[in-house]
């Protein structure tokens, strides 16, 4: 049943990240060598951890203004658009705009993948304003990457997997 749950996964990403599905989003069984090299990890817990991993370092690379570490998290196909945007008036890493408090709320799995919510304090000249923000996180080839970012995230209720929220330092 696993098989069937990862392809229909692997089917929605493909949808929204049709170029990257079809250069190999993870389509398929995955490799066998991994899977019982490390039969205790779950396929799901697997997948939580790494988005974190993924979301955590580039709200890592937000608070230091670290635009190529930001960059390295994303997908390939998000490249073009993060490079004309992100230090932009609006953009992330924008030089009026600092992040004194970013953490991670929830990890949860949705329809395109990974959904990793968080609430970023964002402060510009006086002005401070915390919003909450949703990461989609999947798998891109061999590896995790950051899919997209949209404003709003989960409810504020325990994730399935029961990630708790971590701060940024």
């Known amino acids: 049943m696993r098989p069937i749950h990862r392809r229909l996964a692997a089917a929605a990403t493909g949808l929204v990240l049709l170029p ?3 250069v190999g989003c993870g389509i398929g069984g995955g490799d066998k060598d991994e899977s019982t090299a490390k039969p205790e990890r779950a396929p799901a817990e697997e997948a939580g951890t790494r988005s974190r991993e993924r979301v955590q370092a580039y709200l890592d690379a937000m608070t230091a ?17 993060f490079d004309l945007a992100a230090t932009g008036p609006n953009g992330d890493f924008a030089d009026h705009f600092e992040v004194p408090e970013a953490a991670i709320t929830d990890v949860r799995s949705g329809p395109r993948g990974q959904e990793v919510s968080v609430s970023v304090s964002v402060t510009a000249g006086k002005s401070k304003v915390t919003r909450p923000l949703v990461f989609t996180v999947t798998r891109d080839g061999g590896d995790w990457c950051i899919a997209g970012e949209a404003p709003g995230g989960n409810p504020a209720s325990p994730s399935p997997n ?5 701060p940024v330092s």
């Open 162 to 166: 029961g990630v708790g929220a971590s």
């Open 65 to 81: 203004k670290d635009v190529a570490a930001g960059r390295s998290q994303l997908c390939e196909l998000l490249h073009d658009g």
């Open 20 to 22: 990257a599905a079809l």
